[in-house]
Every structure is written in structure tokens, then in C-alpha cells.
């Protein structure tokens, strides 16, 4: 069950355009996937506040085993994760260490 969509925004510049994107893509597939199931909540695009703080989550799935939270990214480059779980990503024939997760 789809409980919140995606706010409508109009992205001011190629990134944000790009994790528009992406995240509506995110949210495509986990409608197609969850939408008539009624033991599946899906958030998108869920912003929490917290005094003078705030945290945006992209997608939240709630299910009666725990929650799922995903954050989507566009990335066009090649990325690694090796056997200790650290990821890497090339850019531009350059590497970047990500968190090891």
C-alpha cells in the first residue's frame, strides 16, 4: 500500500534534477510492486523535524518483520563493493571510497 507519494518539486539544478529522478524511478517500482498489497507501507519522500533539525528519508517500507529504509541515488559510474563491504565508486577514470556499510 502506497501511503505517501513523492511532493511535487521543480529542480533547480542538474543534481537535484538527476536525484529527482532517481527516487521517481524508486518510487515507479515500489508501486508496481506494493501497491495492492495491504501488508506493505510504502512512504516516499518522508521528511522528519525535530526541533530546529530535520532528516528526509526517500523511501520507507514498514512490514510486519521491521522497516526498510532506501535512499536513492543517481550514479552513472561504475560501482564496486569488495569482500569487506567497502564501496567504491569510479568517476571519470578516478576512484572515491564510499562508507563501508
Given at each position: 500500500?502506497i ?9 533547480q539544478?542538474k543534481?537535484?534534477?538527476a ?6 524511478q524508486?518510487?515507479f517500482?515500489?508501486?508496481r510492486?506494493?501497491?495492492d498489497?495491504?501488508n ?11 526541533e ?8 520507507l517500507?514498514v512490514?510486519?518483520y521491521g522497516m ?5 541515488k543517481?550514479?552513472s559510474?561504475r560501482v564496486e563493493?569488495?569482500?569487506h563491504?567497502?564501496?567504491t565508486r569510479w568517476?571519470k577514470?578516478l576512484f ?6
Amino acid at each position: 500500500m502506497i501511503v505517501k507519494e513523492l511532493d511535487s518539486f521543480i529542480p533547480q539544478d542538474k543534481f537535484a534534477k538527476a536525484g529527482k529522478e532517481a527516487e521517481e524511478q524508486m518510487s515507479f517500482y515500489l508501486r508496481r510492486a506494493f501497491a495492492d498489497n495491504r501488508n506493505i507501507y510504502v512512504f516516499n519522500d518522508l521528511r522528519l523535524e525535530y526541533e530546529d533539525d530535520a532528516a528526509q528519508i526517500d523511501h520507507l517500507i514498514v512490514h510486519q518483520y521491521g522497516m526498510i529504509i532506501i535512499e536513492s541515488k543517481s550514479v552513472s559510474s561504475r560501482v564496486e563493493i569488495n569482500e569487506h563491504q567497502e564501496w567504491t565508486r569510479w568517476f571519470k577514470r578516478l576512484f572515491e571510497k564510499l562508507e563501508k556499510w
